[in-house]
T-cell receptor, first 114, second 114 residues
């Protein structure tokens, strides 16, 4: 599959569970991003990775733990989440060259925390 | 940090008419302004972007204008069609290469009435 893929597409978890979201990009990009999209809220940037190094943590609670083992893969580890964490979690990737800033999004993982 | 305001939150137009969505930003250092379209249940997709060295950019029925002095930019869709119905997001970032910290507006739900 081409572009940016995310798994799983849907996830239901209890507040005591531990789960992980996976993102993979097949575009040869060097930067990867996690966003949270809640109803009636703008897309919120959570984490930024540039060449596998985290360059931005947008005041995200520690119950969200990102991991970027290489420029093509990005994970978001979840533990002891709260119901208000229910949202669509979108991964994106981009090049890092000047005038190549376009971010390409994955289809998202719709998360429900019970 | 950057703050992006987007108006209106909902917009309904007759098919064939024009639609205009406006955004303002707060950080004068921002230089890159993309617009994304998100159809129901789909991922956000870039439809057009503009950089600060350009005042206007057009791609078929879609155009974006930028006023750096006033710190606002607008999306114009002419001859609207039913497939233009979606949520549109504006965003702003520093540009200039590297991983981009995009700050998004709240979104505009555009409905095209046949």
């Amino acid at each position: 599959e081409t572009g940016v893929t995310q798994t799983p597409r849907h996830l239901v978890m209890g507040m005591t569970n531990k789960k992980s979201l996976k993102c993979e990009q097949h575009l040869g990009h060097n930067a990867m991003y996690w966003y949270k999209q809640s109803a009636k809220k703008p897309l919120e940037l959570m984490f930024v990775y540039n060449f596998k190094e985290q360059t931005e943590n947008n005041s995200v609670p520690s119950r969200f733990s990102p991991e970027c083992p290489n420029s093509s893969h990005l994970f978001l580890h979840l533990h002891t989440l709260q119901p208000e964490d229910s949202a669509l979690y979108l991964c994106a990737s981009s090049q890092t060259s000047i005038r190549q800033e376009t971010q390409y999004f994955g289809p998202g993982t719709r998360l429900l925390v019970l | 940090g950057e703050n992006v305001e987007q108006h209106p939150s909902t917009l309904s137009v007759q098919e064939g008419d024009s639609a205009v969505i406006k955004c303002t930003y707060s950080d004068s250092a921002s230089n890159y302004f993309p617009w994304y379209k998100q159809e129901l249940g789909k991922r956000p997709q870039l439809i057009i972007d503009i950089r600060s060295n350009v005042g206007e950019k057009k791609d078929q029925r879609i155009a974006v204008t930028l006023n750096k002095t006033a710190k606002h930019f607008s999306l114009h869709i002419t001859e609207t069609q039913p497939e233009d119905s979606a949520v549109y997001f504006c965003a702003a970032s520093m540009g200039g290469g590297g991983a981009q910290k995009l700050v998004f507006g709240q979104g505009t739900r555009l409905t095209i009435n046949p």
